[in-house]
């Protein structure tokens, strides 16, 4: 059927005017409402607005103006049902054929800082899903647009079939538009479960991005859900598994801890070696220096430009990944020799359009775990030391290297470190004891002396030993949580053994 009759109200107006100019070449009458009628009228594009349509005002702010019979009766009515046409004619319902319409920008306005509760309500959209819905409810007869980006499919279609659309294509736009209102419609319930702290529900809805070949093991399935794609961007390589996604989120994350010019090797999501130095391939050297065994088939990850002079360097080892915000030319034809090597560029972190992409979500028996991400800055740690002796400056900033690493690597967990490197890693302990023990022994298998090191710890430690033990190794200064019962017991060895300390008050479990 022909399209005669088009409804737009659109908050982003991204291609509008293009779009309702191609729609008048083909003698379409448009019905706008708000804002968009002034941009359409401002541009010369003829148009009926909403209340002129309806014969009923704009009330209450613009919350009622789309809410009317004539409204909904034209998206709904079954065209070929001849009681519904008696009807519709009955009552002066006239056929709407087309709707075009985006939402209030929820996501968008809760994404920013100091948004209110009452700010984020006033953008909570009725009149647009209603449309929406009953437009794609009827998309036998109705073609309904939720995306600028299809703007021109629809113009092309329209063009290839004497003005009117497919059903294929009017079948897909109706299903966007229940995955669009679906995804806004979690947003809000679970922007207000937290504000409210009602926690009555949590509901999640993304895109597909594509089946894998396999998921943790190869006898499991897995999928993609979201938009990884706006993270990172694959250069080179076969495609990604279930685990390089993994391990590629964990890079990322550790690496954004550090502005200063760093490389982190990883493997099965738990930091090797970290080093920092403004040359990239002497970061290369502390971090490998670290755990010359681990990193083969790992993940390694920089946060500048990846130089030709490291690319030689990682060449020498087999890797799964190298991620990097740049590759210089002759750093990339080197490590594209590679044919099973993944190149991944890091994107610009993009903002958080929604409240979803800020959680952490953890499938559990029955259920979700659902939690905030550890993003936590620790600052003035000079004011947090419990023990007599102050930290050198050095001791200063190698505690906050372990710190900052240590809250990456698997719990119980513990780093040993300098101000630039680390020495020796232990994770996923079951003991906290044990962890100190693995990291010591790392250290002396890679040959790297502990002496003058800071000793990083995600919780407390819940006994003296721990510290005992990091000290007979030669640490010098701890940075840990606190909070134990025992703390008095682990403050008094770090002073017998003349140890600087810093209780941060902040736990950084991992599991």
């Not at 009955?90 to 994404?111: C, K």
């Not at 915000?325 to 490590?335: G, I, K, Q, T, Y």
């Not at 996923?428 to 044990?434: A, K, T, V």
């Not at 190794?473 to 770090?494: F, H, L, M, N, R």
Request: glycine share 8%; net charge negative.
């Amino acid at each position: 059927m022909k399209i005669a009759r088009a409804l737009i109200s659109v908050s982003d107006k991204t291609g509008l005017v293009e779009f309702a100019r191609g729609l008048l070449e083909q003698g379409i009458e448009i019905i706008s409402t708000g804002g968009t009628a002034a941009l359409l009228g401002k541009n010369g594009i003829a148009n009926t607005e909403i209340s002129s349509f309806t014969g009923f005002p704009e009330m209450m702010d613009g919350r009622v103006k789309t809410l009317h019979p004539k409204v909904h009766g034209g998206l709904l009515f079954v065209r070929d049902n001849p009681e519904h046409v008696a009807q519709a004619e009955a009552n002066g319902v006239l056929p709407i054929d087309l709707v075009v319409v985006n939402l209030y920008p929820f996501e968008q306005t809760i994404a920013k800082a100091g948004t209110t509760l009452e700010e984020a309500i006033e953008q909570i959209d009725i009149g647009g899903p209603s449309m929406l819905r009953s437009a794609a409810k009827n998309y036998r007869f109705v073609t309904v647009v939720v995306d600028p980006d299809d703007y021109e499919d629809v113009l092309e279609n329209m063009r290839a079939n004497d003005g009117g659309t497919t059903l294929k294509l009017r079948e897909r736009l109706g299903i966007k538009v229940f995955v669009t209102t679906s995804k806004y419609d979690s947003s809000i319930a679970n922007y207000l479960n937290q504000e409210q702290e009602a926690a009555s529900s949590f509901s999640l809805s993304l895109p597909t991005v594509g089946r894998l070949r396999y998921g943790e093991n190869p006898h499991q399935t897995a999928a993609l859900y979201g938009h990884f794609h706006e993270h990172f961007q694959k250069l080179h390589g076969k495609d990604l598994s279930y685990n390089n996604i993994l391990d590629i989120t964990a890079a990322s994350d550790l690496i954004e801890e550090f502005s200063e010019p760093t490389v982190a090797i990883l493997k099965h999501t738990n930091p090797c070696g970290v080093g920092s130095d403004a040359d990239l391939r002497e970061a290369w050297n502390k971090a490998f220096a670290t755990d010359k065994q681990a990193p083969f088939g790992g993940i390694i990850i920089c946060n500048r430009p990846l130089t030709e002079s490291l690319a030689r360097a990682i060449s020498e080892i087999f890797s799964e990944v190298i991620i990097a915000p740049d590759f210089e030319p002759d750093a990339r034809v080197l490590l594209q020799k590679k044919k099973n090597l993944r190149l991944m560029r890091k994107l610009p972190r993009p903002l958080p359009t929604s409240d979803e992409e800020s959680l952490l979500v953890r499938s559990v028996a029955g259920g979700l775990l659902v939690q905030s991400r550890d993003e936590l800055q620790e600052l003035n740690l000079e004011d947090k030391v419990v023990t007599e002796r102050k930290p050198s400056k050095d001791e200063f900033a190698a505690m906050l290297f372990a710190w900052r690493v240590v809250k990456h690597v698997k719990s119980n967990a513990i780093v040993y470190a300098s101000k630039d490197r680390t020495l020796g890693i232990g994770a996923g302990q079951m003991s906290r004891i044990d962890a100190s023990r693995i990291a010591i022994w790392k250290a002396g298998d890679a040959g790297l002396s502990l002496a003058g090191s800071a000793v990083g710890s995600d919780a407390f430690f819940p006994f003296a030993d721990g510290l005992i033990a990091a000290a007979e190794a030669g640490a010098t200064c701890a940075i840990q949580p606190g909070g134990s019962v025992k703390d008095p017991e682990v403050i008094a060895a770090a002073n017998e053994r003349r140890m600087a300390m810093i209780c941060t008050g902040v736990r950084h479990f991992k599991h």
